[in-house]
């Protein structure tokens, strides 16, 4: 059974801040991976799929990288709505643990 | 456009069955186009997927529930269900309801239900 791991669980930033997400796979995923954000209340928004392809839709302060077992989700420029918080997913939909990324 | 409609209790006794079901619209269960499942969250923590089910029948469930969940479809009415026997206090938890893709994604989510075990 595949085991995805987040870090970090908690991410402090500011307004404008570039920040980085990593999520480490147990076994090689290939480039099966997506990125969700997810506001309280709310269900998951897909932001990037297939490890590096973003989602119609989403800012292109988005990006996400990696491929086999480890890869990042990065935000450039960070904005208010991005204060949230953020899953890796491989394609079991075995999830990461999350990150949550706060205002400093 | 595809969606989700949950229905079901949103409160189960322990030791009892949690029932839960997806009405699908936009979209058949029973084309190969899409894997349909559930995933909970309890309040305040993380995404745990619970399993799913495509339309040859076949099924992928988490192992840490494997022993008490079930997933199924209706065709004629196209729906799919969720069966989690047994449930505690740790099963309390938002339930949704998700079709999975060929691209892997969680592309459509059901409203979510939430789900207390208390007696």
């Known amino acids: 059974d595949i085991q995805m791991t987040q870090s970090p669980s908690t991410l402090s930033a500011s307004v404008g801040d570039r920040i980085t997400i990593t999520c480490r796979a147990s076994?090689?995923?290939?480039?099966?991976l997506a990125w969700y954000q997810q506001k309280p209340g709310r269900t998951p928004k897909l932001l990037i799929y297939r490890a590096s392809n973003l989602e119609s839709g989403v800012p292109s302060r988005f990006s996400g990288s990696g491929y086999g077992t480890q890869f990042t989700l990065t935000i450039s420029n960070l904005e208010p709505d991005d204060f949230a918080t953020y899953y890796c997913?491989?394609?079991?939909?075995?999830f990461g643990g999350g990150t949550k990324v706060d205002i400093k | 456009q595809v969606q989700l409609q949950q229905s079901g209790p949103g409160l189960v006794k322990p030791s009892e069955t949690l029932s839960l079901t997806c009405t699908v619209s936009?979209?058949?269960?029973?084309?190969?186009?899409?894997?349909w499942g559930w995933i909970r969250q309890p309040a305040g923590k993380g995404l745990e997927w619970v399993g799913y089910?495509?339309?040859?029948?076949?099924?992928n469930y988490n192992p840490s529930l494997k022993s008490r969940v079930t997933v199924s479809s209706d065709t004629s009415k196209n729906q799919f269900s969720l069966e989690l026997t047994s449930v505690t206090a740790a099963d309390t938890a938002m339930y949704y309801c998700?079709?999975?893709?060929?691209?892997?994604?969680?592309?459509?989510w059901g409203q979510g239900t939430l789900v207390t075990v208390s007696s």
């Open positions: 076994q090689n995923i290939y480039n099966w």
């Open positions: 089910i495509y339309f040859t029948g076949s099924t």
């Open positions: 997913q491989n394609y079991n939909t075995h």
């Open positions: 998700v079709g999975l893709t060929a691209r892997a994604t969680l592309d459509y």
């Open positions: 936009g979209a058949s269960v029973n084309n190969g186009t899409f894997y």
